[in-house]
């Protein structure tokens, strides 16, 4: 159950990347900036790192894991929807 969700919180992490990119927001994190958004190579590394942790009989990391994933998938979101209300805003008032 950890690792699905540690696997939906990572795609979820990539396409609010995605989004956010979209309307002007920078990648905070300079390991990912050559990734950028790529919902198939954040999910590959997300996979690959499910599969270490459990090789390694780890897998109760990922429970940690998730919820500092899912931070970053509210931070996401709010940075997201930040953006959009000031791009709504921007447009009301010159519009």
Do not use: C, H, Q
């Not at 990572?10 to 979209?22: F, G, P, R, V, W």
């Not at 954040?42 to 897998?59: D, H, Q, R, S």
């Not at 994933?69 to 791009?87: E, P």
């Amino acid at each position: 159950m950890a690792a699905a969700v540690f696997m939906t919180l990572n795609i979820m992490d990539a396409y609010l990347t995605k989004m956010a990119l979209s309307v002007g927001a920078v990648e905070a994190n300079p390991l990912m900036t050559f990734i950028g958004s790529s919902m198939i190579a954040k999910g590959l590394i997300a996979a690959v790192l499910v599969f270490i942790l459990y090789w390694f009989e780890k897998e109760r990391a990922l429970r940690p894991l998730n919820f500092m994933l899912f931070g970053v998938v509210v931070w996401n979101l709010a940075i997201y929807w930040l953006l959009m209300s000031a791009r709504l805003d921007f447009a009301m008032i010159g519009g």
